[in-house]
């Protein structure tokens, strides 16, 4: 009776088609995580490459319980000037108490093919909590997501599957407990974009 119950079980699963793969990005020097204040008299961009990332999906349907998480390591955030950097890290961002930013991912809706089709273009909305200066928030965000199944093509970026996945979207610091150092005040608006791009891998080497 066991072994006819599994039986059902795994003709269901074949059937329905589900795949869960879990995808990871670590440091990858081509992932980005970049900030930009546009203030009228200055517009500061911070851009770091310390990103990492771990996926797990349904590639038959992506709406189907995704987890997974996004961090960026705040200290390797570089606006072009030095002691810029340093007033961020020590008075704005408090890096030696909250040294990262991370996204949990909770969900994904409006997306625009539940599948992950090699090569193709998938959009949705991702839903998930976005904790920032040790305060955590509820957000949503536009996503772009590519698949691409392993090749000789994608062995000369990365090895295994891979999924690329790009965002773009505003928080308002004081939401986030940010407070604008007086020296900067002048600089830097509430209202900040945060843009993030990493490829990630289902491989395990």
Do not use: C, W
């Not at 990871?24 to 911070?46: C, Q, R």
């Not at 200290?75 to 890096?95: A, Q």
């Amino acid at each position: 009776m066991k072994i006819k119950l599994i039986t059902i079980a795994m003709t269901l699963i074949s059937a329905t088609g589900i795949s869960q793969a879990t995808f990871t990005s670590k440091n990858d020097i081509k992932s980005v995580a970049k900030f930009e204040s546009e203030a009228p008299l200055e517009t500061i961009v911070g851009i770091g490459n310390n990103v990492n990332a771990k996926v797990t999906l349904n590639l038959n349907d992506i709406s189907q319980n995704p987890k997974g998480f996004v961090s960026v390591d705040l200290n390797s955030l570089k606006t072009g000037i030095e002691k810029r950097d340093k007033d961020m890290r020590e008075n704005f961002l408090n890096t030696e108490k909250f040294p990262t930013a991370e996204f949990n991912l909770t969900g994904f809706s409006n997306v625009s093919s539940k599948e992950l089709t090699d090569g193709i273009k998938v959009t949705a909305i991702a839903n998930g909590k976005l904790t920032i200066h040790g305060i955590t928030k509820e957000i949503s965000a536009p996503v772009i997501l590519f698949y691409f199944k392993d090749s000789e093509k994608t062995k000369n970026r990365m090895k295994g599957n891979l999924l690329s996945v790009t965002t773009s979207f505003t928080i308002k610091l004081t939401d986030y407990d940010i407070k604008i150092p007086a020296m900067l005040f002048y600089k830097l608006e509430n209202l900040i974009k945060i843009s993030v791009a990493f490829i990630a891998s289902d491989s395990e080497d």
